[in-house]
């Protein structure tokens, strides 16, 4: 039986490997088969929120209705700092990140005292007084958002308006952020969230201060969610209220179920596909959320775990 389990781990291992593989080759190989570059970066940013919205539901059980706040205000600190105060990009991605990290802290302050719905309503409602927010203060620009904003260049050295430098640059900073919450997960820290997810009050028996390791893993995702919403900003050189209003958040959980709740690569794989059928779906109109809507159905009914949840049963190997 001792020999097994190594066995196992290795395999498993073994299969997370060979999944990073096929996603990074899968962006790095996808402008060379047609796909549209600012359609790949705009996956890899929702992708990164999506990771670090799963990071909080997923192994932790704590379900933020109101993420999109994260990536809104990263967004507008980005572009603000980027465009008014003059900063490099990477200083103008690390603002954004930064702010939504404080803000994460100081929200997460408030949400953990609660469970469940009461968690959920909380951060909805903190999500909809930053939303008032950014649509009244000046600096924001209201109802227009910040717009024109300077890619600049990186480091000094690497001008981001030609696209495949930017195109590079979103790659990177998306492995960078995915293997972060790899190791997240995989380490003590994260066996303890996986522990609070199952039974709180055991990990409480057991001496470890749940409500430090859950307002940790919250700050952790919001200033991941940050990241991402602050080279969106960038990508699109433009930040408006469609990042941090409701609906965003919304669209995240959607993105996460259909591709695997509590799945490593479920997230990735949920963000293109409700991208896809945005972007290659347009002109149906309104019929894209009628649309969505059926999909989501669909997965609940028939694939419970999600795309990869139901692949990962298949094959027998957690991905």
Not at 185 to 206: C, D, M, T, Y
Request: proline share 3%.
């Amino acid at each position: 039986m001792s020999a097994v389990l190594p066995a196992l781990k290795s395999a498993e291992i073994g299969a997370q490997r060979i999944a990073f593989g096929v996603m990074v080759a899968f962006f790095l190989l996808g402008p060379a088969f047609g796909m549209y570059p600012v359609f790949l970066m705009k996956v890899m940013c929702f992708a990164l929120f999506a990771c670090a919205f799963n990071l909080l539901i997923g192994f932790v059980g704590l379900l933020s209705f109101g993420h999109a706040m994260f990536l809104g205000t990263a967004g507008y600190v980005c572009a603000h700092a980027a465009k008014v105060w003059g900063l490099t990009p990477e200083l103008a991605i690390l603002a954004g990140a930064a702010a939504s990290g404080v803000l994460g802290f100081v929200t997460g302050l408030l949400a953990i005292r609660r469970q469940g719905i009461y968690f959920a309503m909380i951060t909805l409602a903190l999500a909809q007084m930053i939303f008032f927010f950014c649509l009244q203060a000046p600096f924001t620009g209201g109802e227009d958002g910040i717009q024109a904003v300077p890619r600049g260049r990186l480091f000094g050295l690497l001008d981001l308006s030609n696209v495949w430098a930017m195109y590079g640059t979103v790659l990177v900073i998306f492995v960078a952020g995915f293997l972060l919450i790899y190791r997240t997960i995989h380490s003590p820290f994260g066996q303890v969230l996986k522990a609070i997810r199952e039974n709180e009050a055991r990990a409480i028996s057991l001496g470890y201060d749940t409500d430090r390791y859950k307002l940790t893993a919250f700050v952790i995702s919001a200033t991941l969610a940050g990241l991402a919403g602050a080279t969106n900003a960038l990508v699109f050189q433009l930040a408006a209220l469609n990042n941090v209003h409701w609906g965003m958040s919304g669209e995240v959980v959607l993105m996460t179920l259909v591709g695997g709740l509590g799945t490593i690569f479920g997230p990735v794989v949920g963000a293109f596909v409700v991208l896809a059928m945005e972007n290659y779906l347009a002109t149906l109109g309104f019929w894209v959320t009628i649309t969505q809507g059926a999909i989501f159905v669909l997965c609940v009914l028939a694939f419970r775990r999600g795309i990869i949840g139901e692949l990962a049963r298949l094959i027998k190997k957690p991905l």
